[in-house]
């Protein structure tokens, strides 16, 4: 009994530890883990990339014809954006075998800050669609891609995506958290795919029945689209940024509590 009441006294106070230490360490950790997952490396990078090239190359010369400028800027933007989404529902089929198999519970016994790991998964979200995005546009050069804004603004618009996929990342992990098995967080593909559909990318907005462009204008992919082709074709950058921008904040603040409770009730349950 001493023994263990001298090895538990020697462990570091929770709060010992920086959040932001911890978050980094979870967030090298997720990355190394999903690596070498191939469900989260197709959904990540094999299928975005797969969905540029068949976009422009089937829809390529179709969409610039309507006005919109030159499709590989959209088309970039578009399946950049994709990859978040598609992403982080790869990753929280990952989260639920976590739950289910125990190991978040054993990392919540851990003396560290709690709100740290799903800051971490957070942060790894980011990286990881940073990553993603920083392929995806090496793969369009060779189809007309250009940082014609400049690499600074190219730098920006990988930021954009990043942001972005923060922002969907806090709810989907929120139902990850609380669903009763991964059929319920795939469900989310059938919504995934109205956005990729009816979004300012796919198609210019004006080319939508008029009672839809308001929906297709202001839902979250279209000013993010729109932000990463300011920042690299050319054009506003501020609007679309600002509305981006909100869209991510009130995510955050809406599914930010459900996805922390629903992640320390997954943990503490097993």
């Given amino acids: 009994m001493t023994e263990t009441m001298t ?3 020697s462990w570091p106070a929770r709060q010992a ?7 980094v360490v ?20 094999v299928f975005p990339v797969f969905l540029l090239l068949m976009f422009q190359l089937v829809l390529g010369k179709t969409v610039t014809s309507m006005g919109g400028g030159d499709s590989i800027f959209g088309n970039t933007g578009l399946v950049a954006l994709v990859g978040a989404l598609f992403g982080t529902l790869a990753t929280a089929i ?4 976590e739950r289910d198999t125990g190991l978040l519970a054993r990392m919540w016994t851990l003396p560290v800050p ?3 790991f799903l800051v971490g998964r957070l942060l790894a979200e980011a990286v990881r669609t940073g990553i993603a995005t920083v392929v995806l546009f090496a793969v369009a050069i060779p189809l007309g891609f ?10 920006g618009a990988v930021l954009v995506a990043m942001v972005f996929a923060v922002g969907i990342a806090v709810p989907v992990i929120a139902m990850a958290t609380v669903a009763s098995g991964r ?13 990729l559909f009816f979004n300012g990318g796919f198609a210019p907005v004006s080319e939508y029945p008029g009672w839809l462009q308001p929906v297709v204008r202001y839902q979250p992919m279209t000013p993010a689209i729109d932000t990463v082709r300011g920042l690299t074709e050319g054009g506003p950058v501020a609007e679309p940024l600002a509305i981006t921008v909100l869209w991510t904040v009130g995510l955050i603040i809406v599914f930010g509590p459900v996805a922390f409770r629903g992640y320390r009730h997954a943990a503490e349950r097993r």
């Avoid at 530890?17 to 978050?23: A, F, N, T």
């Avoid at 990952?94 to 075998?97: A, D, E, Q, R, V």
């Avoid at 400049?150 to 730098?155: H, N, R, S």
């Fill in 7 to 9: 090895d538990a006294a």
């Fill in 17 to 23: 530890v920086p959040v932001l230490r911890q978050s």
């Fill in 26 to 45: 979870q967030a090298s950790a997720l990355l190394r883990s999903w690596s070498r997952d191939p469900g989260i490396v197709v959904q990540s990078i």
């Fill in 94 to 97: 990952s989260l639920i075998h």
């Fill in 114 to 116: 709690r709100p740290g």
């Fill in 146 to 155: 250009r940082f014609e804004q400049g690499i600074a603004a190219g730098i």
């Fill in 183 to 195: 059929q319920a967080v795939q469900q989310l593909n059938g919504f995934f795919l109205l956005l």
